[in-house]
């Protein structure tokens, strides 16, 4: 049975950290890239950041470069999403994507709220 389940979400203030992670099973996870996507309150889902399988190369979006940081450990079957300097605006649930040719996976989400 596949599965993703994200955890590390919460409230935190503007300017502090989280890192989210993303626990996969069911499928072999080294052949998988790997997204963060988040969607807030009356937005559509938008990509975050990406981290291929094989060679672990990475890509952001433009609004979390020099703050977010991807990364991946294929031996625990683990993706992560450090997030530093968070900003009000990056409220909102993130979800954990894995996708190999056809096969297209998604977590159920973790609520991140940066609030004072």
């Known amino acids: 049975q596949v599965q993703l389940v994200e955890s590390g979400g919460g409230l935190v203030q503007p300017g502090g950290s989280l890192r989210l992670s993303c626990l996969a099973s069911?499928?072999?996870?080294?052949?998988?890239?790997m997204t963060w996507y988040r969607q807030a309150p009356g937005k559509e889902r938008e990509l975050v950041a990406d981290i291929s399988g094989p060679s672990g190369n990475t890509d952001y979006a433009d609004f979390v470069k020099g703050r977010f940081t991807i990364s991946r450990d294929n031996d625990k079957n683990t993706a992560y999403l450090q997030m530093n300097n968070l900003k009000p605006e990056d409220t909102a649930v993130y979800y954990c994507n894995a996708n190999w040719l056809s096969n297209d996976y998604w977590g159920q989400g973790t609520q991140v709220t940066v609030s004072s």
């Open positions: 069911g499928f072999t996870f080294r052949r998988y890239t």
